[in-house]
């Protein structure tokens, strides 16, 4: 069965680290970008950070540029999303979405399959 599952989320200390990870399964992740948004409770998903299956282009949101980067390790059909300097706000549910094409904006009807999600809560 194709699926993207999420890991890495957790309890962190404002100021620290974490790592997410987004394994897909069933499609070889190199031929699709892959981006990843959060959820905060009672907000709207929003669009964090995106990776070009063909050049490795990245774009990110304001609020996470130079704070946050993505990348992807085909060999392991996997993308990861390095989190420093956390802060209470970045207190989310993160989620790893695909594009069959190579969209990588913010806009999130152009990912066409979901993760289930993965909850980080930077405690302040």
């Not at 394994?23 to 009672?42: D, E, H, K, L, V």
């Not at 979405?97 to 979901?114: L, P, T």
């Amino acid at each position: 069965q194709e699926q993207l599952v999420e890991s890495g989320g957790g309890l962190v200390q404002a100021g620290g680290s974490l790592r997410l990870s987004c394994a897909a399964s069933g499609r070889t992740a190199s031929n699709y970008a892959m981006a990843w948004f959060r959820q905060a409770q009672g907000k709207e998903r929003e669009f964090v950070a995106a990776i070009s299956r063909r050049n490795g282009n990245t774009n990110y949101a304001k609020s996470v540029k130079g704070r946050f980067t993505i990348s992807r390790d085909n060999a392991k059909n996997t993308v990861y999303l390095q989190m420093n300097s956390l802060k209470s706000e970045d207190t989310a549910v993160y989620f790893c979405a695909q594009d069959f094409g190579d969209y990588i904006g913010s806009d999130r009807s152009g990912y066409e399959r979901w993760g289930q999600g993965t909850q980080v809560t930077v405690s302040s």
